[in-house]
């Protein structure tokens, strides 16, 4: 069956987002001399700013009330504002310093983070297939830990960040925008602070090195918006195991960035430990789409079970 044209236009709004977060280690290098830390600092006053004028052009506003007036909701967008400025900022650091492959394990391995954070916190109860890619997963960071000399801190960080990022973010139920929104009005003051304090000592980049470099930096509120933005319009128009599928897209570029463009060292044991990671998404996939498939042939029995009794209750004038 092909997909409608809402189906269609999700598919490349999925792709578009994945793809620019995929892209998006071709950009950081271009902000330097520029520290991770400014460059961090730039991102949530610029994305602040750019997010406040599309809530400001599409008339949303209601929800910042109700968010005030609910102070445990306050604290959860405080925690996810935190969790994500780590995110951010390593990954940032990661991009600049030569670790882009790390980082992008990073990104492979959160979906099986996520499931162990489930299993630990939510109390969830996993399949047997689901089991064994967790496991897979764990032998892949023994072996990458081996590999490196240390356990992949970077990979693990980002990993667990953006899993702690989502599980907050599930509990708040805000949308993509009002979310940002949110996160990057916590974030703002100790940001603008940070700049102010950056000027103050003559050490800022914002300016010295020509308009150009300045608005790269005001192009971080963009960079981070827009796969956003992207991404919302893919949700709620593609079903979540074609989403589940398109979040390996990010990954996968960074990784082949990482060593055709930066030109970064594989060695075996490396390529030994990714292969198990990749190994360990392969069930999960498979998982996913086999208990997607039963759902849907479970609903379509019921359906059809609900429409045979229908068909014969005799009708009340058949009764008389």
Known sequence: MKPSGEGRAGLICGFAAYGLWGLVPLFWPLLKPAGAAE???????WSLALVALALLVVRRWAWAGELL??????GLVTVAAAVITVNWGLYIWSVNNGHVVEASLGYFINPLVTIAMGVLLLKERLRPLQWTAVGVGAAAVLVLAVGYGQPPWISLTLAFS???YGLVKKKVNLGGLESLAAETAI???????????????????????????ASLLAATGLVTA????????????????TLGLLQYLAPVFQFVLGIAYFHEAMPPERWAGFGLVWLALSLLTWDALRNARRTRAEAVRLAAAQV?????EPSPKAAL
């Open 162 to 164: 953006f899993a702690t």
């Open 39 to 45: 460059i961090l600092a730039h991102r949530m006053v």
């Open 69 to 74: 007036r609910q102070p445990r909701k306050l």
């Open 308 to 312: 045979a009794r229908v068909t014969e």
């Open 187 to 213: 974030q703002f003051l100790p940001a603008l602070g940070y700049l102010i304090w950056l000027v103050t000592r003559g050490e800022s980049d914002f300016g010295p090195h020509g308009v150009g470099h």
């Open 226 to 241: 827009v796969p956003l933005i992207l991404f919302g319009a893919a949700a709620i128009r593609v079903p979540l195991s």
